[in-house]
Structures are given as structure tokens and as C-alpha cells.
């Protein structure tokens, strides 16, 4: 059970048609990958209509994993459209309870920011975090190397576990501090997440604006070799873990949809073609 996805389903150009309009998108993407993760919740809490949309876009076993709320991981640097911390959360949850209830929910992402590190404060903020999101499965994942020290790597995982979060485990550039190690364990039976973010390191931290960073952060494409190596990985973690699900998330080049189909076919599953057109142009 490894499903293999991308990051968002609206820029990855070679999936579509020429003049395929972004209403269409999603259902067209579900014809080449199991699972999505949306990262359009992390800017805003989606509305009802958009949610249930997506439902009848998409077969009944596509799965989601839903990115949370900036503010829910502490990203937001202006103001934040909630009374209070409660509020936030229960919007959010009431936003993606529909996906929850049909079954299709595979993990509610907390993805924290490079200077969420390593201390006692923000251990407790992790576990009144996760007693707020109730029976949702939730997803962490580190982006402050404190939390995989040598020290603390055991430590880590043995809290995550029984703290009920599910491992995101990342492929990413080592890069100092706000970057973290490839950690190759299960804290979940149920699910493990992996999300492929690229090996650039000398864009990783690179400054600037929001569509400039993204530009370069994300700009890599997997070797079939390195990919070969992820295989490995995968079915040694499908030991520990009953579904592995996979994030491309490398795309600031367009290289996140041919990666993704680059491992289904390492692992035997038969991709789909890209549409005619783009097989042309490449």
C-alpha cells in the first residue's frame, strides 16, 4: 500500500490538455495519482462548497491529506481572522470534516516552521495541539534540526508515538538549521507520510519574495538512482507502516509529476501516460 501523489494539482502542466480549465483539473488528476495534498488550506480554511466539490471530482478511494492553517502551526505574521486559538481550530476542522467523513481523510499535515525548535515550551504547545484535533489523523513534521540532534532523535519519536502523530518523513537538502535529516521510522502503524521537497540546498534558504523563494526552493529533479534508493526505503517502512503515502513536492521546475511517475514505475504500478501533447514537447 504505497500511494504516491503530488503537492497541490493545479501546476503540474504536464498532467493536462492544452486549455483544460482549473475546474477541471483535480478530477483529471485523479485519473494519475490516489491521494492529493491540498496546500491551498494553508493560506485560507476552505469553504464547504470547495470541499464537496473536490469529493465528487474524485473516485471514491482518492484520498487527501489536508496542509493546516498557517496560523495553526504558528507561520501567520499578520493578523490572524480568529477571536482565539479554539475558534481557528474548529473552523478549520468543521472545513474538512466532510472528507473525514467519507472516509478520505489521510492525515491533517502540522508542518512547522524552521524556527519551531527543540524546547519543553513547544512540546507541550505539540500535545495541546493534537488533544484539539480530537480523532483527526494528524501529521507532523519538523523543519528545525533540534528535533533529530542525535540526543533527542529517539526521544522525538518515541514522544510522536505516543502522542498518537503520524511520521512526515522529509527528503530535503541538509542545509543547517532549518532543515532536518531523512529519519527513516514508523510512529504510526496506520500511515506513514513521505514528502519529497528536493535536494537544493543553495536555494533552500535563499531569501526573498514569496513567488521568487518558491522559484528556487523547489527546484530539482530526483535521478533515477536516488529515486531507486526511495524504493528500498518505501518497503522497508511498509514493514512498520500498513500505507506509506508519497508527496512530490519538488515542482518549482515542473519535476514533481514526472518524479511521481518515475517511482510508480520502480515500484511496478503501471503509471498512466502524460497526455499526448506534452509526451511531444518532451
Partial sequence: MIKIGLAGW???????????????????????????????????VQPERNIRKWLRDTPDHFGFIFKVYQ??????????????????????????????????????????PPWFDCTRQHVELLKRTKARMGDLPVALEFRHQSWFRPEYIDKTLMFMEQ??????????????????????????????????????????NRQGSGEEWRA?????????????????????????????????????????AGNAKDLQRLLGQEPRPLPPRQMELL
Fill in 10 to 44: 493545479g501546476d503540474h502542466d504536464d498532467l493536462y490538455p492544452a486549455g483544460t480549465p482549473s475546474s477541471d483539473k483535480l478530477r483529471i488528476y485523479s485519473r494519475h495519482f490516489p491521494i492529493v495534498e491540498v496546500d491551498s488550506s494553508f493560506y485560507a
Fill in 216 to 256: 528556487v526552493r523547489y527546484l530539482y529533479r530526483y535521478s533515477e538512482a536516488e529515486l531507486a534508493e526511495w524504493k528500498e526505503r518505501l518497503l522497508r517502512l511498509q514493514q512498520s507502516s500498513e500505507e506509506i503515502c508519497v508527496i512530490f513536492n519538488n515542482n518549482s521546475g515542473g519535476h514533481a
Fill in 163 to 204: 502522542e498518537g502523530w503520524i511520521h512526515s518523513i522529509c527528503d530535503e537538502p541538509q542545509a543547517g538549521e532549518g532543515s532536518v535529516p531523512t529519519i527513516e521510522r514508523a510512529t504510526s502503524r496506520v500511515r506513514t507520510i513521505v514528502r519529497f521537497h528536493g535536494r537544493n540546498e543553495e536555494g533552500w
Fill in 71 to 112: 496560523g495553526m502551526t504558528g507561520h501567520t505574521r499578520g493578523r490572524i481572522p480568529y477571536a482565539s486559538a479554539d475558534a481557528m481550530f474548529e473552523d478549520f476542522k468543521l472545513s474538512i470534516g466532510p472528507v473525514h467523513q467519507a472516509g478520505r481523510l489521510k492525515a491533517v499535515l502540522f508542518q512547522y
